[in-house]
Each structure stands twice: as structure tokens, then as C-alpha cells.
């Protein structure tokens, strides 16, 4: 009972869960008991999900899972670190691209809803995870509110970058709402089949990336040759 307690009010940190993998086999065992999990998570839900599903889908024993979890909480918390790590390399990786300092804002926001939305699907076991812990008063939302407000970091610094004269802190906070709004649309369309597009319709793609600019309230055809910052 108190370690629920513990939960409902701290986000735990991953060391605090997960024993530690000493040896390159027990990483392995490691990694692919997270994608286990995460795949179970996706059929089952969290709540629904066994530690004996998630250690038969790693091809291990339940023993092996328990000497490197403590409990299926554990292996979320872990799980939810290695995504959150993924995750903001994926951010920079997109936003390092040259093309957005040159291409037209509403092609290039397109990509990046495609590239949200494959990355939801695709791991889209973690989400309903972090969705039904949420709503059971476990505090989930920390890594997410972070690589939120990381990415409403980096359209500001592109908008920068393209010479479009903007707010900082103003535009980081609006990217960081839309953001948030986007990514809750497309989990709802991955994990709900919510109308009225499905997550991989590229009209769906469109008409978030043409929220995104509107909402930003930016002119998303020029470019810093075009409008150079003002003095």
C-alpha cells in the first residue's frame, strides 16, 4: 500500500524499478522483455496484461523477468525512460534536417505529423499503458510534458533560424499546446480508431500540420531570404 501511495504522488525514476544488467546477455534479456511488455500492453492494456504474457512473449522465464524488474510498474517506468531518450533523439534528428530552413513550413510540419504518427503506432502499447495508469492516478506525465516543451523549443529555434521574427517564449508555450493536442488526436485515432481519419491518412497529416501553422500564427511560404528578422 505505501509504495502505491509513493506512486500516486512522484514519478519514479527508471534506476529505482529496474536491477541492474550487468552483462551484454542480460541487457539483451533487458531490452527484449520492454518490447514484450510493450507489445502485451498494446493487446491487453496495462492493467489486463501478466507478468507471465510479457515474459512468454520474450521467449524468457518469469523468474528471469523478476530478477530484472521488481514488478510490471517497474518495466513501464523503464520502458517509458527508453522511449523518452528515443524520442528526443528522434525530435533532433528531424529538426537538424537542413530542409527546414529552405522548404515550404506546411510540407515539412507534414512530415513531421507523418513521422509522429508511425512513431505512435508503432509503439502505441506504451501509450494505452500511460494512459491507463494516468486515469488510476499514477503520475505518468512528466517525460512527455518534457519532450513537449523540447520540441516546442525547436520549431521556435527554426522559426528563428528562418528569419521569421517571433516571440521566443511565446511561441515555444503556443508549440508546446498544439504539440500536446496533436500527439493526444493521434493517439486517441491509434489507439480508438476515433473518426474521422484513421492515424495513417494523409489528409489527417495535412490538416494538423495547417492547425500547427495557423495556430502559430506564421506565414509558413517564407523564408529568411525572404523576410529577413526585424530590427
Known amino acids: 500500500m505505501a509504495r502505491t501511495r509513493r506512486t500516486q504522488q512522484t514519478s519514479p525514476k ?7 544488467a550487468l552483462q551484454e546477455r542480460s541487457r539483451d534479456q533487458r531490452d527484449r522483455l520492454l518490447k514484450a511488455g510493450e507489445h502485451v500492453f498494446a493487446r491487453e492494456g496495462f492493467w489486463g496484461a501478466h507478468v507471465t504474457q510479457i515474459a512468454e512473449e520474450a521467449g524468457c522465464s518469469v523468474g528471469s523477468f523478476y530478477r530484472r524488474f521488481k514488478d510490471k510498474e517497474a518495466l513501464f517506468f523503464a520502458l517509458q525512460t527508453d522511449m523518452a531518450e528515443h524520442a528526443k533523439r528522434n525530435i533532433d534528428a528531424a529538426f537538424d534536417d537542413p530542409n527546414w530552413l529552405t522548404s515550404p513550413l506546411p510540407e515539412m510540419f507534414e512530415q513531421l505529423m507523418r513521422n509522429t504518427a508511425r512513431t505512435i503506432v508503432r509503439i502505441q502499447g506504451y501509450y494505452r499503458a500511460l494512459y491507463e495508469m494516468s486515469l488510476r492516478g499514477h503520475k505518468v506525465w ?30 515555444v508555450t503556443a508549440a508546446q499546446l498544439a504539440v500536446r493536442m496533436i500527439n493526444g488526436l493521434l493517439i486517441s485515432s491509434v489507439i480508438h480508431q476515433a473518426a474521422p481519419y484513421r492515424s495513417d491518412d494523409p489528409k489527417l497529416h ?22 529577413p528578422k526585424d530590427d
Not at 527508471?14 to 541492474?20: F, G, I, L, Q
Open 14 to 20: 527508471a534506476e529505482e524499478w529496474v536491477r541492474p
Open 142 to 171: 512528466d517525460p512527455m510534458r518534457a519532450l513537449e516543451r523540447h520540441q516546442g523549443e525547436r520549431i521556435a529555434g527554426m522559426l528563428e533560424a528562418r528569419g521569421i521574427s517571433i516571440k521566443h517564449d511565446d511561441v
Open 206 to 227: 495535412r490538416e494538423m500540420a495547417l492547425i500547427l501553422t495557423r495556430y502559430l500564427g506564421i506565414e509558413p511560404t517564407r523564408t529568411r531570404k525572404e523576410r
